[in-house]
Every structure is written in C-alpha cells, then in structure tokens.
C-alpha cells in the first residue's frame, strides 16, 4: 500500500461542527440513524501540517456503513502557526469534548486514531475530557513518543512536535503516553509486520510498559504496512472493524 490511500475519494460528511475559534478547529460528522456508539477518530500524518483529516473521510464513512457514528476532528499541527505542543494535545481535547456535548451524537464515546493519531487517541485517555470513554484503538499508533523520537521516525517528526530535542533528557514528559503509565480503560493496539514507518516495537513498548495484563491487547497483522490500517479496502480492514466491535460490544448489543 502506497502514500495513495492519503489522497482519497470519499463521500461528504453529514456536517461539520465547530469546536472553537479558529478556522480548523472542527469536526466533520458522519451520524447512521440508530447508531448507539460514537467515534472520535483522530488522524495521523505525524503530526504535520501537509497532512489534514481529508484522508481519514473514506475511513469514517467505513465506519459509519457499519453503524458508527463518527467525528472525525482537525487540530494545530506542526509546520503552521500554533502547531507544537501542547496545542495539538489540547485540540483533541477539546474537540473531544465537544463532541461529548453534542446532543446529535450517542453519548456513548470510542477513540479511534492512527499513527500520531494514536499517539493522541491514547494521550487522550489521562485527560478529564476522556472520562467515563469505552476505550481506545490505536492503529499503528506513536504511542512510545520518546522511541519515535530517537528512531527519527519522518525526518524528526516528534522533535519538530516538542519545538526540539531537548524533551528527549527531560524525566518526564507530559506528551508522551509511555510517561503517564496505564490508563483507565481498555486499549486495542493493531499494528502491521510491515510497516516501515512507525515499527512495531513503538506499539510493543507502550503494552509493555502501560498496557494492563489481560485487558489490553496487541494485534499484530503479518501482511499489514502503515497504511492498510486505514483503507477499508484492504484486508487489514476487517481486523480494524473487529477491535472497534470488542469495545463498543456492551453498548450496540
């Protein structure tokens, strides 16, 4: 699978919705009559500016012909103004709860995201805004933010994200999920054998260190690269749709 799948062809969302003042802080909305789970899916493209939430639409309308309601969000990414951390972090987060207010949409909340739309989706599960959420699913999610940064994965993405390299000696760091331990709520990691761009060890590492035994799990897909995770044309896609189902089972059964 190529870089192709990130220029799509999808239908439009049934609407997009604001969640504050400037002009990419929205979410498009795809709402299937008698969905009873919502979707916030969170998009990748390593955290930077070329790659906006276009190319996740053929995703959510996936999602959507399966019987999800889905919001997928934008947010301040690295090569525009505004776009290092926190303020991608605190985007989602208010996108997120946005979302949890919208009265349009089941209350009842899965996060979705890939790659450093993974990173967020799992960073998203220590913050109040994800209170009470059904879970997690990381697609070949950045979630060993510290790894990707000393792999240099895209030409230093998560050092163009904390604005250095200075974050890599600091003991702590808020952005990273490997730093802020387990989370309250299950997590599905999926990850493709053959991804080239964000290794399988990143996925291994945060189970590793935060994922809890016996709930959290690591999918990982022999034929699978980087981007078949997303493309509801591939085989991965059938993987993705049954770790979405696990968590949102009690809810639409």
Same mark, same amino acid.
């Given at each position: 699978?190529?870089?192709?799948?990130?220029?799509?062809?999808?239908?439009?969302?049934?609407?997009?919705?604001r969640?504050?003042?400037? !002009?990419?802080?929205?979410y498009? %909305?795809?709402?299937? &009559? #008698?969905?009873?789970?919502? *979707?916030? /899916?969170v =998009?990748?493209g390593f955290?930077?500016?070329?790659?906006?939430r276009?190319?996740?639409?053929?995703?959510?309308a996936?999602l959507?012909?399966a019987?999800?309601?889905?919001?997928?969000?934008?947010?301040?990414?690295t090569?525009?103004?505004?776009?290092?951390?926190?303020?991608?972090?605190?985007?989602?987060?208010?996108?997120?709860?946005?979302?949890?207010?919208?009265?349009?949409? !089941?209350?009842?909340?899965?996060? %979705?995201?890939?790659? &450093? #739309?993974?990173?967020?989706? *799992?960073? /998203?599960? =220590?913050?109040?805004?994800?209170?009470?959420?059904?879970?997690?699913?990381?697609?070949?999610?950045?979630?060993?933010?510290r790894?990707?940064?000393?792999?240099?994965?895209d030409?230093?993405?998560?050092?163009?994200?904390?604005?250095?390299t200075?974050?890599?000696d600091t003991?702590?760091?808020?952005?990273?999920?490997c730093?802020?331990?387990?989370?309250?709520?299950?997590?599905r990691?999926?990850?493709?054998?053959?991804?080239?761009?964000?290794?399988?060890?990143?996925?291994t590492?945060? /189970?590793?260190?935060?994922?809890t035994?016996?709930?959290?799990?690591?999918?990982v897909?022999?034929?699978?690269?980087?981007?078949?995770l997303?493309?509801?044309?591939?085989?991965?896609?059938?993987?993705?749709?049954e770790?979405v189902?696990?968590l949102t089972?009690?809810?639409?059964?």
């Amino acid at each position: 699978m190529s870089r192709a799948v990130l220029s799509p062809t999808a239908r439009e969302p049934d609407r997009t919705q604001r969640y504050g003042p400037a !002009p990419l802080q929205a979410y498009d %909305v795809w709402s299937p &009559a #008698g969905a009873t789970v919502t *979707v916030v /899916l969170v =998009h990748g493209g390593f955290w930077r500016a070329e790659w906006d939430r276009q190319h996740l639409r053929p995703m959510a309308a996936a999602l959507a012909d399966a019987g999800l309601a889905v919001a997928l969000p934008e947010y301040h990414r690295t090569g525009m103004p505004g776009g290092t951390w926190p303020a991608p972090g605190d985007d989602v987060a208010r996108a997120l709860a946005a979302v949890r207010e919208d009265d349009d949409l !089941p209350g009842d909340v899965l996060l %979705v995201g890939h790659s &450093a #739309g993974g990173h967020l989706a *799992v960073w /998203l599960l =220590h913050r109040p805004e994800a209170s009470g959420v059904l879970g997690a699913v990381s697609l070949a999610g950045c979630l060993d933010l510290r790894m990707v940064g000393r792999l240099g994965l895209d030409d230093g993405a998560a050092h163009a994200l904390m604005g250095g390299t200075d974050w890599l000696d600091t003991p702590s760091v808020g952005a990273d999920p490997c730093d802020l331990g387990p989370v309250p709520v299950p997590v599905r990691l999926v990850h493709g054998r053959h991804d080239e761009l964000v290794p399988l060890a990143v996925s291994t590492s945060w /189970l590793t260190r935060c994922g809890t035994a016996g709930r959290d799990q690591l999918t990982v897909l022999e034929e699978a690269d980087h981007f078949d995770l997303i493309d509801p044309d591939s085989e991965a896609w059938l993987t993705v749709l049954e770790q979405v189902s696990a968590l949102t089972s009690r809810v639409t059964t």
